[in-house]
């Protein structure tokens, strides 16, 4: 069992930077892989981006050359980088946990465990 507790959202204007954070209890973290999902209203769940167990990091179209996800698997935090905000970045952001052997990391239907999610306001 692995619970996820979001923190880091908040309002921020077009071009600023947010650094969202998902702690993790649970002795099994560091075997989980840890992404990022967004979701906006009236819209699907997005994939943002993931760190997978092994380290390797893959990230979503939107995400590309502007996010940065990384995990401290000794603090069992994955943190999410968010640099050059857009107003269409505006949704609530949860982490999640997929357990070993999980693939297709892009789908939401992967993972597990979720938190409650963190709001993320960019304004024009």
């Known amino acids: 069992q692995v619970q996820l507790v979001e923190s880091g959202g908040g309002l921020v204007q077009a071009g600023g930077s947010l650094r969202l954070s998902c702690a993790a209890s649970g002795r099994t973290y560091s075997s989980y892989s840890m992404g990022w999902f967004r979701q906006a209203p009236g819209k699907e769940r997005e994939f943002v981006a993931v760190a997978s167990r092994s380290g390797t990091l893959y990230y979503g179209d939107s995400a590309k050359g502007r996010f940065t996800i990384s995990r401290d698997n000794a603090k069992n935090t994955v943190y999410l980088q968010m640099n050059s905000l857009k107003p269409e970045d505006t949704a609530v952001y949860s982490c999640?946990?997929?357990?070993?052997?999980?693939?297709?990391?892009?789908?939401?239907?992967?993972?597990?465990?979720w938190g409650q999610g963190t709001q993320v306001t960019v304004s024009s």
């Open positions: 999640a946990a997929a357990p070993l052997g999980r693939g297709m990391l892009a789908v939401p239907t992967s993972y597990d465990f």
